[in-house]
C-alpha cells in the first residue's frame, strides 16, 4: 500500500515525508465527514423530488403531502429542507436537500424568487455570525452549495420566468440549468431545445456554474470526460422511483406502451453525466466557489454596510458637534 510505501522510504535519506500530506489530508476529512447542500427549484410538477430521489437512491419525500388545485393558488413557495447520512466505504455524506416546492402554481408568480434568495442569505448571514462568534471551531455549515434549476421540457426556450429566476439567483448560488421531463422529446428536439437554452443564458446575461478550465496536464480520460460535460450542458434528465427489468436487467426506468426509458442508459439522457458532475467530479469545486465567491460576496457587502454605519453615525455626531459650537 501507499502507506508501507512511505515508511519504506523513510529510511532513505533524501525523503523528508511531506509526501504523505495528501494521506493526512484525506484521513482527517474522512473522519469528520462531508457535508453538501443541494436546492432544486422550477415549477412544481417538474420531477425535482423524482430526481433528487434517483440520485442519491434514497427517499426523501415518503411523508410529502400533495396540496390539491384550491390549496396551491393560495400557497406561497414553502421551503422544505431534508437531512440524509449516507455512507459508502466508510466516507460519510450528510446531503441535506433544499426542496422548494409549490412554485409555478400560484397566478401570480411575481418575484416568486424571493422566499429561495431569502432562504440563501439567511444561511449566509448565520454563517457570518457564527464565524465572527466564539465557537468558531464547530460551525455548522448550511449554506447552499448548488441549485439545479429545472427548465420545462415544453415550449421553445426559457421562459421570462425562467430568466428572472435564474438571474436572481446566479450571485447567491452556483445555478446548474437542466431540462426536465427529457423523455417527452426527441433526441433531435433535445438538441435544438439545448441549443436554444444556451443561446438564451448568453443573450440574456445569465451567469451560470462555469465548470473548471480543464488543465492541460491532466489525463486523457478526464479530459474527454470534462469535454462531454461542458457540451452536454443544460443536462437533459429523466427521473424515476421504479426499478424495471430492461434487456434483462433490473433498472431504473419508466416503462410506456411503446417501451422503456433508462434513467442510467446515457443515450437517454445526461442523468449519469449531471450525477458524475454533482457527485464523483466538481462537489468540491461546488463548495469552494461558495465559500470563496458567493459567501465572500455576501461577507464583503456586509461589512462594507457595517462600516458605512459606523461612518455615518461618526460623520453626524460630528456634525452635531459643529452645530453645538
Ligand atoms: P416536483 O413537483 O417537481 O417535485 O415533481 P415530482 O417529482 O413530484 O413529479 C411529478 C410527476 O411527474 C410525477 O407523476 C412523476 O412520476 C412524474 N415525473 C417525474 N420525473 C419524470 C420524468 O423524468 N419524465 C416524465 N415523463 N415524468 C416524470
Known sequence: SSDENIWRKSNEKEYVGFATLPNQLHRKSVKKG????????GESGLGKSTLVNSLFLTDLHKDRKLLNA?????????????????????VKLKLTIVDTPGFGDAVNNTACW??????????????????????????????????LYFIPPF????HPV??????????????????????CLTPFEIKKLKERVREEIDK?????????????????????????????????????????????????????PWG??????PSHCDFVKLRTMLIRTHMHDLKDITSDCHYENYRAQCIQNMTRCEHDKTYTWSQKKVNYE
Open 155 to 158: 415550449g421553445h426556450g426559457l
Open 162 to 183: 425562467d430568466i428572472e429566476f435564474m438571474k436572481a439567483l446566479q450571485d447567491k448560488v452556483n445555478v446548474v440549468p437542466l431540462i426536465a421531463k427529457a423523455d
Open 70 to 90: 384550491e390549496e396551491r393558488i393560495s400557497q406561497t413557495v414553502e421551503i422544505t429542507k431534508h437531512t440524509v447520512d449516507i455512507e459508502e466505504k466508510g
Open 34 to 41: 462531508f457535508d453538501f447542500t443541494l436546492l432544486v427549484a
Open 260 to 265: 422503456i426509458v433508462e434513467v442510467e442508459n
Open 114 to 147: 424571493r422566499p429561495i434568495t431569502d432562504y440563501i442569505d439567511q444561511q449566509f448571514e448565520q454563517y457570518f455570525r457564527d464565524e465572527s462568534g466564539l465557537n468558531r471551531k464547530n460551525i455548522q455549515d448550511n449554506r447552499v452549495h448548488c441549485c
Open 204 to 256: 440574456y446575461g445569465i451567469k451560470i456554474y462555469q465548470f473548471p478550465h480543464c488543465d492541460s496536464d491532466e489525463d486523457e480520460e478526464f479530459k474527454q470526460q470534462d469535454k462531454e460535460l461542458k457540451e452536454s450542458t443544460p443536462f437533459a434528465v429523466i427521473g424515476s422511483n421504479t426499478v424495471v427489468e430492461a434487456r434483462g436487467h433490473r433498472v431504473r426506468g419508466r416503462v410506456y
